[in-house]
């Protein structure tokens, strides 16, 4: 019997996973945190809820952070 992998093209989650994911880290949860801990307040907390969501390693929480802060940023 032959397999056959099929991959999807990058960019495909995009509707499926990355958008929700944005709407509520930043749209709901960095908003909320910064109209209580000012911007810089939000941005930093959210980023680290976001890195503790992305959490298999202590070395994946501290990069997924950064990222946080990147994205949170924009």
Known sequence: SCSVR?????????????????????????RGL????????????????FGLAHAPSPVYVALATLAGVAYGWV
Request: aromatic share 2%.
């Open 6 to 30: 099929r991959t999807a093209p990058p960019g495909a989650d995009l509707p499926h996973d990355r958008v929700p994911e944005e709407l509520l880290f930043r749209g709901l949860l960095q």
């Open 34 to 49: 910064a109209t209580r801990l000012g911007a810089r307040g939000g941005l930093a907390a959210g980023a680290v809820v």
